[in-house]
């Protein structure tokens, strides 16, 4: 399929996104529509970890640290000077936070970079470990982002974190931001920087011998996802409308690495289906916990049960498709036309055979 014919079908397939966000957010109720917050939340996060991860081959479970860093800075921006001294009661708020009052989409900018700027200074000498060792020094760095939020009351307000956050987030910002994070790292990896994102994945020591600088191209893979993660921490501070060091334990990374692994490594489509998979299942399975009957068996109220078949649908879907929903395959639009195509165009009879 020709390329402009592609931007073609890509243009229309935003403007029926642009009309099915306008119909979500004006026609669902609370609930649902809080779902698919959550979801388009969970494509940017478990998108930008992909990146990381699964184009770079670097196991890092930092992103729960970088989410933290992102959603108290914007909480922090977002809300009035006059709130911040009636919720601070531990200790007063730090200058200059105290003051300073700015617009959502700044706030949501100023969490992401910062979260970068941990990123490329936490970069410099982790990403000189590999495999567990590297992802064990991430976990330990969001560790020590929630325990410093745990004992920071000045700004974080300590144990009792930050309530009363406008609640800017909706779906225009959540699907937004979902699809700028998808549009800027496809564009990434399908240009010569992404190529050698790839090649350091395969084999290091072969990428290094071909000329591509290890440090600065691992350091700058971990930097961008890390400022996709803290603008998402943001997103899901001004959803919640409150946060605490509690939110962003390491189950949170557990949970976005599910995403990753549920999608596929290195597959951008299969992290997209895998956020909103993983989100309606874990909230449909809820009522599974209040107990149900099946024909005469009653079950009775199982907490956690909820969690424990998720989990066993996780291990059975591991165990046929190793790879993923998607593998490594990614969305273009001539697979998804061929598709069509073979779905109603009859075959025809061979010559000799019954018609």
């Given at each position: 399929m020709k390329r402009q014919n592609a931007k073609v079908f890509t243009i229309l397939a935003l403007i029926v996104l642009f009309i099915l966000v306008y119909l979500a957010q004006n026609k669902l109720?609370?609930?649902?529509?809080?779902?698919?917050?959550?979801?388009?939340i969970y494509v940017t996060l478990g998108v930008s970890l992909n990146l990381i991860y699964g184009f770079t081959g670097q196991f890092s479970l930092g992103h729960a640290g970088f989410m933290a860093i992102g959603a108290y800075v914007t909480a922090l921006l977002v809300l009035p000077p006059y709130y911040k001294e009636i919720i601070f009661i531990l200790e007063p708020l730090a200058w200059?936070?105290?003051?300073?009052?700015?617009?959502?989409?700044?706030?949501?900018?100023c969490g992401g970079l910062l979260a970068a700027l941990a990123a490329f200074l936490i970069g410099l000498p982790v990403l000189r470990l590999k495999g567990d060792?590297?992802?064990i020094a991430t976990l330990g760095f969001a560790e020590i982002i929630r325990v410093i939020a745990n004992n920071l009351p000045h700004i974080t307000n300590g144990a009792l974190g930050i309530k009363g956050i406008p609640e800017f987030t909706n779906l225009w910002w959540t699907v937004g931001v979902a699809v700028v994070t998808i549009y800027i790292i496809k564009g990434l990896v399908n240009s010569s920087y992404?190529?050698?994102l790839m090649a350091i994945r395969e084999n290091e020591i072969a990428a290094e011998v071909i000329g591509i600088n290890l440090t600065y191209h691992k350091v700058m893979s971990f930097t961008i996802s890390a400022f996709f993660a803290g603008v998402a921490g943001g997103l899901f501070a001004c959803l919640l409308t409150t946060i605490d060091p509690k939110a962003f334990m390491f189950?949170?990374?557990?949970n976005i690495l599910i995403v990753v692994v549920l999608g596929g490594l290195g597959s951008i489509t299969g992290t997209v289906i895998a956020a909103f998979l993983?989100?309606?299942?874990?909230?449909?399975?809820?009522?599974?916990e209040a107990g149900f009957q099946i024909g005469p068996i009653v079950f009775p109220a199982i907490p956690g049960l909820r969690m424990v078949t998720f989990s066993v649908l996780l291990l059975v879907l591991i165990i046929y498709k190793q790879r993923g929903l998607m593998g490594g395959i990614e969305f273009s639009w001539q697979a998804f036309f061929?598709?069509?195509n073979k779905l109603f165009t009859k075959k025809k009879p061979t010559e000799g055979s019954p018609s």
């Amino acid at each position: 399929m020709k390329r402009q014919n592609a931007k073609v079908f890509t243009i229309l397939a935003l403007i029926v996104l642009f009309i099915l966000v306008y119909l979500a957010q004006n026609k669902l109720d609370p609930y649902k529509i809080r779902i698919l917050n959550l979801g388009a939340i969970y494509v940017t996060l478990g998108v930008s970890l992909n990146l990381i991860y699964g184009f770079t081959g670097q196991f890092s479970l930092g992103h729960a640290g970088f989410m933290a860093i992102g959603a108290y800075v914007t909480a922090l921006l977002v809300l009035p000077p006059y709130y911040k001294e009636i919720i601070f009661i531990l200790e007063p708020l730090a200058w200059p936070f105290t003051v300073i009052h700015a617009p959502f989409l700044i706030a949501l900018l100023c969490g992401g970079l910062l979260a970068a700027l941990a990123a490329f200074l936490i970069g410099l000498p982790v990403l000189r470990l590999k495999g567990d060792y590297l992802g064990i020094a991430t976990l330990g760095f969001a560790e020590i982002i929630r325990v410093i939020a745990n004992n920071l009351p000045h700004i974080t307000n300590g144990a009792l974190g930050i309530k009363g956050i406008p609640e800017f987030t909706n779906l225009w910002w959540t699907v937004g931001v979902a699809v700028v994070t998808i549009y800027i790292i496809k564009g990434l990896v399908n240009s010569s920087y992404g190529r050698a994102l790839m090649a350091i994945r395969e084999n290091e020591i072969a990428a290094e011998v071909i000329g591509i600088n290890l440090t600065y191209h691992k350091v700058m893979s971990f930097t961008i996802s890390a400022f996709f993660a803290g603008v998402a921490g943001g997103l899901f501070a001004c959803l919640l409308t409150t946060i605490d060091p509690k939110a962003f334990m390491f189950v949170m990374t557990y949970n976005i690495l599910i995403v990753v692994v549920l999608g596929g490594l290195g597959s951008i489509t299969g992290t997209v289906i895998a956020a909103f998979l993983y989100n309606f299942l874990l909230e449909y399975l809820r009522p599974i916990e209040a107990g149900f009957q099946i024909g005469p068996i009653v079950f009775p109220a199982i907490p956690g049960l909820r969690m424990v078949t998720f989990s066993v649908l996780l291990l059975v879907l591991i165990i046929y498709k190793q790879r993923g929903l998607m593998g490594g395959i990614e969305f273009s639009w001539q697979a998804f036309f061929q598709f069509i195509n073979k779905l109603f165009t009859k075959k025809k009879p061979t010559e000799g055979s019954p018609s």
